[in-house]
């Protein structure tokens, strides 16, 4: 019986702690439900706490912070409170309302300006340079100039010879027009003189003067240019010979038609252009039979420069002599008798009509026989 009695005490315990438990599930929702109306009425009170903070801003930075460290206690004591008064009324089991907890109030930042106070010491802080230092300073940057332009000069000086002394040596090595003109040894022996200055450009040149590279690079040339222009006439001079031949040949052939095509022309002047045009080509046969004789790495007979020289000379006297115009032919003669008049004016113009069939000025000349010739001429450049 005893046992009996003690279960029965028992059994309404475990009641009262479901009821304990539905009670502390309800006053969750019901402090979720205030939470919420509090957010919803938190923006209507925020103009109420702005005009609170800027009350508090005049205060000085120390008691705001007083006030923030209090606000912050009382905080913890409300939430401390308010965390009992649920436990109490959990553990009291009958109460199933309780008192929603006040908003906690978070501490701002607030950022606080002082104004600074400059004072100019001097122009960048630096003391100024009296006259007579100014001066030695700006002489000191003339001559540092000075240096560097002569530093740069010698740099450039030194490229140059480089340049030339690595292509030199590349050109002896590989160029087929330079081999027709100079013989084996004749690049080897350049090729290794390349290759000293190259060394010497590396290590005693390393920092020589300016004098120093201009020297070495017209020693090179000297050594040099003679090969590459015997090159280069071995390439021009074929087709220069055989151009002048042409100009010289169709030259005289469009003079020789001019006793009929332009009578005017002084005849003595014509002759004596034809004479250029045979000397000329005398000239050149000897010269080409000459050349003939030599090797391709001796000093040649003739130049290009030469022929084209002579070639000039004559276009300019047979363009000169071939620009004098026709002459205009007489007027004819008038009768000085009134009687006359009538019959003077139809001679005047039977003559005139027949003037236009027997010559006009040189532009509206007609083409007349062998003038197919003369504008081949004309046409003819004289040659490179």
Known sequence: EEKESEEK????????????????TSRRRLLEDEEKSEEEGAGASAEEDKKEESKEGEESAKEGEEGAKDGEAKADGEAEASAEGTEKGADGGNSTKTE??????????RMLKFPLQIEMVGPAGLPSLSPDALKAASERMKEMKKVEEEKKKAAEAKNDLEAYVLQARDTLRND?????????????????EMMDVEDW???????????????????????LDSIFVRAKENERRPDVVE????????????VTLWNDTRPWLPEQDCLDLLEIGKNFTVWMDKMVEEQKTKEAHEEPAFYVQEVNDKIVSIDKKYNKLKKIPMPKPPAPAVNATATNATDTNATVT????GAEGEGKPEGEEAA?????????????????
Not at 201 to 223: H, P, Q, R, T
Not at 350 to 353: I, L, Q, R
């Open 368 to 384: 007349p026989e062998g003038a197919a010739e003369e504008g081949a001429a004309e046409e003819e450049a004289a040659p490179e």
């Open 176 to 192: 087929e027009t330079i081999a027709k003109v100079t013989t084996e040894e004749m690049r080897e022996e350049l090729i290794q």
């Open 201 to 223: 450009l590396y290590m005693d040149g390393e920092n020589a003067e300016i004098s120093e590279f201009v020297g070495k690079l017209s020693e090179c040339k000297g050594k």
């Open 243 to 254: 151009s002048a031949y042409k100009f010289v040949a169709s030259m005289s052939n469009v």
């Open 9 to 24: 005490i028992e059994k309404p315990g475990e009641g009262e702690d479901s009821e304990e438990g539905e009670t502390a």
């Open 350 to 353: 039977n003559t005139t009509d």
């Open 100 to 109: 929603a907890p006040k908003k906690e109030r978070k501490p701002r930042k």
